[in-house]
């Protein structure tokens, strides 16, 4: 008697959609983020208990930079390695601001330490290589971002494809992540104001969102029928 043998042949496939983390301190259990700012009128202060941060240039020379930096381990963010990112934006609550002024982002190459950055040291006996940290050794030479500080009680975003790659390349263990700094780079008087990560209020931290994909295997296929005589033991091999 004849019988069929039923095959599938399977097609493996991949297919992506496009997911959004935000990672915020204190918000859906994250607790990645640090943040600190320098200041160069206190030059060997340590500011992390800071409930707010600055990004400030005054006439006087005086400047304040702001170092932050969010944990994008899976573990912490929940994005894989393998992920490709397409987008992000880094936005902050500013309370107060002199004007409108563009302010910047850069990333840093060093391994600052949150209760031990000031001015003049990134952790306990290093120095920047120069003072406040805009030196080539101490953030890169490219901008990964900037923004427009005007008004108060708003949310200012900085974002940028540098910033894509820099996020990349930390997801994908390429660069080591030791976050952003954050200065006016100007000697024109410029000051703004933000929340920070220690700042009361959850919901108006700093926040990072990244939009990425993931690649999905997936098996498709079509079934094939066989008319004929088979034993146990045949084997059939596409």
């Known amino acids: 008697m004849k019988k069929l043998l039923f095959l599938l042949f399977l097609f493996v496939t991949t297919n992506s959609f496009a997911l959004v983390s935000t990672l915020q301190q204190g918000t859906d259990s994250y607790t990645g983020c640090k943040e600190v700012e320098v200041y160069e009128n206190q030059a060997t202060t340590n ?56 302010k910047y982002a850069r990333r840093v190459l060093r391994d600052w330490a949150e209760d031990q950055a000031t001015w003049t040291i990134y952790s306990t006996g290093n120095n920047w290589a120069t003072a406040g940290g805009r030196n080539d050794l101490d953030t890169s030479s490219t901008q990964s971002a900037s923004a427009v500080t005007a008004g108060a009680n708003a949310w200012v975003a900085f974002t940028n494809a540098q910033l894509v790659t820099d996020v990349q390349n930390f997801v994908d263990g390429t660069w080591d992540n030791y976050g952003w700094w954050f200065s006016a780079e100007t000697t024109a008087t410029t000051y703004a104001v933000f929340n920070g990560v220690r700042f009361g209020t959850a919901s108006l931290r700093p926040k990072i969102a990244i939009t990425y994909t993931v690649p999905e295997a997936v098996a498709s296929g079509d079934p094939l029928f066989i008319e004929g005589d088979f034993v146990a033991g045949d084997l059939f091999v596409n």
């Open 47 to 102: 500011q992390d208990a800071d409930l707010t941060f600055e990004i400030n240039r005054y006439t006087n020379l005086e400047g304040r930079n702001t170092l932050i930096k969010f944990d994008l381990t899976e573990s912490a963010s929940g994005i894989p390695a393998n992920a490709t990112i397409s987008g992000v934006t880094i936005s902050a609550y500013m309370t107060a601001t002199g004007g409108s002024a563009t």
